[in-house]
């Protein structure tokens, strides 16, 4: 991509449109011979698309006019369309041959084109036929702009498999950039084939958690008055007005001393202060200063979601038969670890591959009713905040379990979303045996932006279709 294109998309306010641009390497030359074929390949967003489409169209004309070579709107058009060369990606790839030549081919086809959507058995089997081809033809190391290739003439041809990426292929493949590898469906599979094909014994490491991006504004009370505050706070709970008026008013300075100098452990926070787990709320309000456009979204969103979240799972036959007075918002709670299976991970040295059990536990960890708080809160080995519910099929009580401490909520609801609240309050990870669930709770109900795995992308692009 040279200057040229460069500066047209910035002028005309598509410079989201930089990337695509440069890996297709599109320069003035292809640019200005682009018609409508191409710019559907290029930039697969409609609104994107029309813009580019009228501001290209004047381009042509200006340039027509400057040779004064003026052609008329008609005749424009038809040099656009039958003069001007089609930018194609190469290598081509022809999604319905590749799919139709085996039985299981077939009847994804079949699939995509009643159904309009997959179900995540069958789109792991998309992926492998389509690997398949991608090896078979361009070796087990394809170049990058061949994956990105496949990727978009899969979305192309089926356009219900399209994603909310910027790309709208980025669940199906994402190019490296800034020292992170490449991801994807398609990425993912090749990966996993290469070290097949090597024999190589070494799992697959995890990528790093990205930190909790958040911007925190400078506190309005003098630093003197935030000592006194935080202090009288470590003596006091009570009253309880006053603990929740100086919590807030130092909530900014708190969100800062637990960032400073990398994380602090939550042990660490809570001597400081104390006040984040015995006074009720005081976690929530730490959120809403730090996210306020987050903050009651769980709640708005969590009815409609879970209604598509529960169609899902029952297509793909992963919902158990629970009591009829037992909630869809719990039902569905409960089914999300099950539709988004965690990744391997390293610990201690060695491979961590989590059961679906695991990560059920780690997101909501289910106990009997009656059980001794006092007892679970001594015997627990979960270092990491997570909800305690008391009953399986019906819930009696729910706490969110943090370094000790439980905090009593009124729902399996208010519990998770208490929960998520603390990983960012805390500035903590979430837990590798259910990362991928609390990552659909962040892009999906929240929408704050960070890492996201090609399972989370995928589930969220299919309940979208449900």
């Known amino acids: ?11 005309w306010q598509l410079d989201t449109l930089l990337d695509t641009f440069k890996e297709q390497e599109v320069d003035e030359e292809s640019f200005l011979l682009l018609d409508d074929a191409a710019m559907q390949h290029l930039i697969p967003k409609i609104g994107q698309r029309l813009k580019f489409q009228k501001h290209h169209k ?30 194609v990606l190469h290598p081509e790839f022809a999604i319905r041959q590749m799919l139709g030549g085996s039985l299981e081919g077939r009847s994804i086809l079949s699939t995509l084109d009643e159904k309009q959507s997959i179900t995540s058995k069958e789109r792991k089997l998309l992926v ?4 398949s081809h991608l090896i078979e033809k361009h070796g087990e190391m394809p170049p990058s702009d061949t994956k990105i290739a496949l990727a978009m003439a899969l979305i192309y041809e089926f356009p219900c ?31 996993n084939v290469r070290k097949r094909m090597r024999s190589l014994i070494r799992p697959r490491q ?29 003596a006091n709970k009570y009253p309880v007005s006053e603990v929740e008026a100086k919590m807030k008013e130092t909530s900014i300075h708190r969100s800062k001393w637990i960032r400073c100098n990398g994380s602090k452990t939550i042990s660490e926070i809570l001597r400081e202060f104390p006040r984040l787990t015995d006074n009720p709320g005081m976690i929530s309000q730490d959120f809403q200063q730090l996210h306020p456009e987050a903050a009651g979204q769980m709640f708005e969103k969590w009815p409609a979601i879970a209604d598509k979240i529960l169609k899902y799972a029952q297509r793909e036959g992963k919902i158990n038969v629970v009591p009829d007075d037992v909630t869809p918002g719990e039902r569905a709670l409960k089914a999300l670890p099950n539709l988004l299976p965690p ?22 960890n289910m106990q009997p009713v009656g059980t001794n708080i006092v007892e679970y809160l001594t015997n627990v080995d979960n270092t990491f905040p997570h909800v305690l519910s008391l009953g399986h099929e019906r819930v009696s009580q729910t706490f969110l379990v943090v370094e000790g401490h439980a905090i009593e909520t009124d729902s399996l609801l208010e519990a998770v979303d208490l929960c998520f609240k603390s990983f960012y309050v805390f500035d903590t990870n979430y837990p590798k045996e259910c990362q991928p669930t609390w990552e659909f709770l962040q892009h999906c109900i929240y929408e704050i932006n960070g890492q996201e795995s090609s399972a989370v992308k995928f589930l969220r692009t299919a309940i979208a279709h449900t």
């Open 161 to 191: 498999l399209k994603d909310d990426t910027g790309s709208s292929y980025g669940a199906w493949y994402t190019p490296g950039r800034k020292h992170r590898p490449a991801t994807g469906f398609l990425e993912e599979r090749l990966r």
């Open 1 to 11: 991509m040279d200057e040229f294109v460069k500066t047209k998309l910035n002028e």
């Open 128 to 131: 492998r036929l389509l690997v």
């Open 343 to 364: 990744s391997l991970f390293k610990r201690g040295g060695k491979i961590v591959r989590p059961t679906t059990a695991e990560s059920q536990r780690a997101f909501v």
């Open 206 to 234: 995890q990528e790093p958690q990205e930190d909790h991006a958040v911007l925190t504004p400078d506190s309005l009370s003098s630093p003197q008055n935030i000592r006194e505050m935080v202090a009288w706070l470590k």
């Open 58 to 87: 004047e381009l042509l004309q200006a340039a027509c006019s400057t040779k004064d070579q003026c052609l008329s709107e008609k005749n424009v058009e038809t040099v656009a369309s039958t003069t001007l060369l089609t930018v």
